[in-house]
């Protein structure tokens, strides 16, 4: 079972950076994909990015876009986070997670995904 704690959370101030980390217990994780969801105050959890096994595999959702960016290093079982020009909206708990390799619309809801982290708190300020 795999296991996966998030990290680098913390308070900043809009406009500024943070990059949050992945770390994944066990051996399958170059063979999982590895997805980001946020949980922003008053609204559902959501979609942020995911990436894949192979290169160049990522997507990411719309308000993301040009701003955060997601990255691997399977030689240390951890999964990247790097967001840029973070706004108050940002706010909120991020999780990352893992599915098996998944194509198609339906491989982005949080249901395909089937290990979860803890959660790290990102709060922006204006």
């Known amino acids: 079972q795999v296991q996966l704690v998030e990290s680098g959370g913390g308070l900043v101030q809009a406009g500024g950076s943070l990059r949050l980390s992945c770390a994944a217990s066990?051996?399958?994780?170059?063979?999982?994909?590895v997805g980001w969801f946020r949980r922003t105050p008053g609204a559902e959890r959501e979609f942020v990015g995911v990436?894949?096994?192979?290169?160049?595999?990522?997507k990411y959702a719309e308000f993301v876009k040009g701003r955060f960016t997601i990255s691997r290093d399977n030689a240390k079982n951890t999964a990247y986070l790097q967001m840029n020009n973070l706004k108050p909206e940002d706010t909120g708990v991020y999780y990352c997670a893992k599915r098996p390799p998944c194509s198609g619309s339906g491989c982005y809801d949080s249901v395909v995904f089937n290990s979860w982290g803890q959660g790290t708190q990102v709060t922006v300020s204006s």
């Open positions: 066990g051996r399958t994780f170059s063979v999982n994909d």
């Open positions: 990436i894949g096994t192979t290169a160049g595999d990522i």
